[in-house]
Every structure is written in C-alpha cells, then in structure tokens.
C-alpha cells in the first residue's frame, strides 16, 4: 500500500479505491480538517497539507515518519492501547496539536483501522474544534448567569432578613436606647452575611478563569451549604454535609463550588418528594472524591452517557447544560465524574479530583 492509491475494504466487501488525486480534492476542500494515514509499521504514507498550519511540519517533513510525532504522549499512549485491544473505530473529542511556536488547537479525532488482503491502514481524522469551543464558552457564560439569577431569587429573602434586622437596631440607636454595643456586635454580624452572600453571587457571575490556589475541601463546602439552605429548604429536601477538614486541593474555588450546586440542585430537582442529600468528601488512593448523593427516582443505565451531551435533559423546562459547565470546569482541574444509580433509590454523582501532596 502507497500513498498513491489507498484500498478501503467495506462491510458490503466491495473495495473501493481511493486515489491521491481524491485525496487532494478532499484537502483543498475542507480547511478545518487533517486526514493522516499510516500503514502497519507506523509510518505516514499520506498527509492533508493542512498539517502545515496546526504543526509547523511541511507534508513532506512527515512522509515516511512515524504518525507518534504529530500527537502528545498521552493521546499516543491511548490510540495504541486502543487498537491493542479493539478493532473498532476510535474516538475522542478536544485532543490538542502544538506546534514548533508552541501554540495549541482543539482537535475532534477520530481513528479507523481498516485491513484489505495483506496490507493494514490507519485513517486519522482531525476535525479543528476552536469554534466549536468558543460557542461552547458563549452558552458556558450564558448559563452561569441565567443560574445567578435564579440563586439571587432564592436569596432575596436571606438578604431582606439582615436588612430588616439592620433597621430595627438602627431605629433602637437613634432613639437613645441603652446596650448600643450589643446592639453594634449584632449589626457588624448582618453586614458580614450580607457581604458573604454578595460576594459568593458575583463570583458565581465571572466567567471561567483559571486561577488555582490551595483551597480546603470543607471550606467549599461549608460555602457550598450556606448558599443552598434556601434552594433546599424551598425543596422539602435536607442537605447533609460530611468534610475531611484535612483534605485540600489546588482548585479555583468558584469553580468547584459550581460544579458542586450545579449537582446539588440537579438531585433536589429529582426528588419529587421530601428527602436528603448527602455530600460526602474522602480520599481514596490518588484521588480525593466527593459523592453527591441524592433520593430521587434514580438514573437509567440508558441516560448515563446521554448526561454530559449538550441540551440533553429529562426536565421538562431544563436547559440541558448544567452537566455540560460541569464537565467542563472539572476537565480544567483534570478531574472526571462518575454517575450511578442506587441499590435502593436516587443516584450518586461522585467527583474524582486528583489528589495532591500538600
């Protein structure tokens, strides 16, 4: 097999051969895509010229070289331990190519392993995914905000109880009455839940950033559970927090706690009934996780892999995008999400973050 003529065997068994000038058509007319193909010993023996723009590497820099120079160790480490055990078509969404500036773009690949008689051909598709992420970074921001919104509104009555307070004591001042400094203690501390609760509201509101810091995993949640009191309460539903106090991870702190009311709400919204939901936090091996466990009517094994798609849901007026910001901001902390259902009843959504020596 050579680069001048690519044989495909299909499912019918009819083959169909792909020429070079084919090839070429295909590379003048779809910018954003590469197509590679390699042979059984890993060397190149086709290359779209598009490879130029997202590597640096001219077409025939990599003619005869092996396809692992293209890709990043661990996506190299993954494509072999997938043909090492499956013959089916390999695929993964935002793999990245840097090129020799060290600049990076988002690809979609997709790999198949195609045998026709005696000869082996790997057919690598890369599909530029930066518009694609930009939109999704649009919606991302979008949702974020629609959701301190409707924070806010669960929250006016916590920050109208302060206010109240505040005035009361004000009015007690002004008329001369006696104890002013209890009365000034009282205050400071409904100025500071105001002030907790504005700030946590306008952090929700930033767009994603990626400023990480050591933070402790019951401060999040501590922060996590001050927020929710309301939204829970308004769901007949109990929340139970459980922190190892010792436990830490360098996170950015907004973030996470997002991805802990995004799931938080998502069981309240599921529990149609009264109930609690517990969230549990530990470290097991190399990971510290923390379980979000809820009451409700459980997941089916069929919906487990339709979670994280864009705009799937089972509400009736839900956005569908809530899973979505949430496994994006654990991607940026190198972190995955395990859902399961219950023996019993409801589901877990378990967080696996990756555990550090502090």
Avoid at 34 to 59: A, M, P, R
Avoid at 134 to 158: D, M
Wanted: with cysteine; aromatic share 8%; proline share 2%.
């Amino acid at each position: 097999m050579n680069q001048n003529s690519i044989v495909v065997e299909m499912k019918e068994k009819n083959q169909i051969i792909f020429s070079k000038d084919v090839l070429d058509w295909y590379d003048e007319n779809n910018k954003d895509r590469v197509i590679i193909i390699w042979n059984n010993d890993n060397e190149i023996i086709y290359i779209t010229n598009q490879i130029q723009d997202y590597t640096g590497y001219k077409v025939e820099e990599l003619l005869g070289t092996t396809w692992t120079t293209i890709f990043q160790e661990q996506d190299i480490k993954n494509i072999q331990e997938h043909f090492y055990m499956f013959n089916e078509k390999y695929q993964l969404a935002n793999i990245t190519l840097i090129d020799r500036d060290q600049r990076e773009t988002p690809f979609d690949i997709s790999i198949e392993r195609i045998i026709s008689h005696q000869d082996v051909a790997y057919i690598c598709q890369l599909n530029n995914r930066t518009y694609i992420n930009e939109l999704e970074k649009i919606i991302i921001n979008s949702e974020k905000l629609v959701q301190a919104a409707q924070l806010s509104a669960g929250l006016v009555h916590e920050i109208r109880n302060p206010l109240t307070s505040l005035k009361g004591f004000l009015q007690l001042v002004q008329s001369g009455v006696q104890q002013k400094e209890e009365y000034y203690r009282v205050m400071i501390g409904e100025i500071d839940k105001l002030e907790k609760i504005t700030t946590e509201l306008l952090q929700m509101a930033k767009p994603l950033q990626n400023q990480m810091k050591k933070e402790y995993i019951h401060q999040l949640m501590d922060d996590v559970e001050f927020m929710m009191n309301t939204q829970t309460t308004l769901k007949h539903v109990e929340l139970k927090m459980s922190a190892n106090k010792e436990l830490a991870i360098t996170c950015n702190a907004s973030q996470i706690k997002q991805v802990l009311i995004n799931l938080i709400l998502n069981g309240a919204e599921a529990m149609s009934e009264r109930g609690t939901i517990r969230v549990n936090s530990y470290k097991r091996q190399n990971h510290i996780v923390i379980d979000i466990i809820d009451e409700g009517e459980g997941i089916s094994p069929d919906f487990v892999n339709e979670l994280q798609q864009p705009f799937f849901t089972t509400k009736e007026k839900g956005t569908g995008l809530g899973l979505v910001i949430t496994q994006h901001i654990l991607e940026l902390h190198h972190a995955t999400l395990e859902v399961k259902a219950n023996e019993d009843k409801g589901s877990t959504f378990t967080i696996l973050l990756p555990y550090q020596e502090q």
